[in-house]
């Protein structure tokens, strides 16, 4: 399969390595000083790039006719409006916050976690991340999927990085060098916690889940999720 990288940074690397372990081509290898994307030997794009140019290297991959992967957060403002692109123009796209099926296990379980304990009475619940330094946006995507979740099933109707409201959902976003990304889920009473948590190593399981996606996704048409490439949940 020939793959065109839409960001060539950590990510971008990582998907590298993987894709060619697995016989894959890479066709393209889009930084912020690319000025044309040549999309003519491509089967399917990835893009990690930066939240301001996600959504125009989504397009970009859509209108050419290729199926396009993006694991690129802090564009989500947008997403409707990529959705009606894709649709209007019979394309292909799956979004993930996170590719990892780590963390797409542990979303399953964030969710089942959230619905015993919308009916028990006393817990406060808070997400906390920690990425590295190089992290631009805040929270990352991750921690928003898993808020979202927690929101659908409780009390909680929205969520915030400052100091919460009794109806908010509060998230601790932390940079420290180095650290390929960790959420964390506490419920807290005054009795007792109960704490999930997601430790990634490396960006390994980050990069194998988007391959894995792109070699799913290649001859077909319409929106995906990781839900429909794992077969989970
Ligand atoms: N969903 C998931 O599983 C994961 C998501 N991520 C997300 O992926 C994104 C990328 O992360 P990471 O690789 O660490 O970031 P990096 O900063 O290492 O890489 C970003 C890349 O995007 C490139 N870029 C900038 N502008 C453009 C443009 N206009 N067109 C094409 N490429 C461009 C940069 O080019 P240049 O080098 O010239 O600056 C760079 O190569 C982030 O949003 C991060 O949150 C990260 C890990 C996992
Ligand atoms: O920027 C990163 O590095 C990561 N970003 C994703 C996110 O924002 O959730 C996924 C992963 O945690 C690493």
């Given amino acids: 399969m020939n793959i065109a990288l839409l960001g060539y940074g950590r990510m971008g690397k990582s998907i590298e390595t993987i894709a060619l372990d697995r016989n894959h081509n890479i066709t393209l290898k889009a930084t912020s000083s690319t000025t044309t994307f040549d999309f003519s030997e491509t089967d399917v794009a990835i893009d990690f790039s930066i939240p301001s140019t ?12 290729v199926p396009v992967i993006s694991g ?7 997403y409707d409006e990529v959705l009606d692109y894709c649709k209007s123009n019979n ?3 799956l979004y993930a916050s996170n590719f990892s099926l780590g963390v797409n296990i542990f979303f399953e379980i964030n969710s089942r976690l959230s619905q015993l ?20 946006d805040a929270p990352s995507g991750t921690a928003i999927t898993l808020a979202e979740q927690i929101i659908d099933n409780t009390r909680y ?16 976003a ?31 399981g ?17 929106i995906f999720s990781m839900k429909d490439v794992l077969n989970i949940g």
Wanted: charged residues 25%; hydrophobic residues 35%.
């Fill in 117 to 136: 304990m919308a009916s028990v009475e006393g817990y406060d619940t808070e997400i906390e991340e920690i990425h590295h330094t190089q992290k631009l």
């Fill in 91 to 93: 394309g292909t796209f």
């Fill in 174 to 204: 932390k940079r420290i060098p180095e650290v390929p990304g960790t959420h964390e889920i506490t419920y807290n009473s005054e009795i007792d916690s109960i704490s999930i948590k997601h430790t990634a190593h490396s960006r390994q």
């Fill in 72 to 78: 690129t957060t802090g564009w989500l403002d947008h």
């Fill in 157 to 172: 109707k929205g969520w915030t990085l400052n100091k919460p409201n009794s109806d908010e959902l509060h998230i601790e």
């Fill in 54 to 65: 996600a959504v125009n290297n989504i397009k970009k991959a859509i209108e050419a006719g």
């Fill in 206 to 222: 980050f990069a194998l889940g988007a391959v894995i996606a792109a070699e799913w996704i290649k001859d077909k048409k319409g």
